[in-house]
Nanobody, 115 residues
Framework: QVQFVESGGDMVQPGGSLRLSCAAS????????MGWYRQAPGKQRELVAS??????DYAESVKGRFTISRDNTNNTVYLQMNSLKPEDTAVYYC??????????RGQGTQVTVSP
């Protein structure tokens, strides 16, 4: 079973940027689709971005501000977040979205956007 460890969360002001990282304990090259979820208190979990070998998809709420990427050599998935807004405040998780590790995710990293 592959395990994920997210990092990079922090408290930033509106308009700021953060880069989240998700390090896998094993190879992610065989995981066709990877993604980042977020969950804010009292809200449903939201898939904000996903990536395959040739395609990226984003929730409307983050389109144009967030960029997902993956480095299969280093078994890491990234989420670059720009122009952050208070409504982006949440715990962010990476997760395998396909294959035998489907649903596996890490502990999450807290992102807080506040003046």
């Amino acid at each position: 079973q592959v395990q994920f460890v997210e990092s990079g969360g922090d408290m930033v002001q509106p308009g700021g940027s953060l880069r989240l990282s998700c390090a896998a304990s094993g190879s992610i090259a065989s995981i066709y689709r990877m993604g980042w979820y977020r969950q804010a208190p009292g809200k449903q979990r939201e898939l904000v971005a996903s990536i395959t070998s040739g395609r990226t998809d984003y929730a409307e709420s983050v389109k144009g501000r967030f960029t997902i990427s993956r480095d299969n050599t280093n078994n890491t998935v990234y989420l670059q977040m720009n122009s952050l807004k208070p409504e982006d405040t949440a715990v962010y998780y990476c997760s395998a979205l396909s294959g035998p590790y489907y649903g596996a995710r890490g502990q999450g990293t807290q992102v807080t956007v506040s003046p």
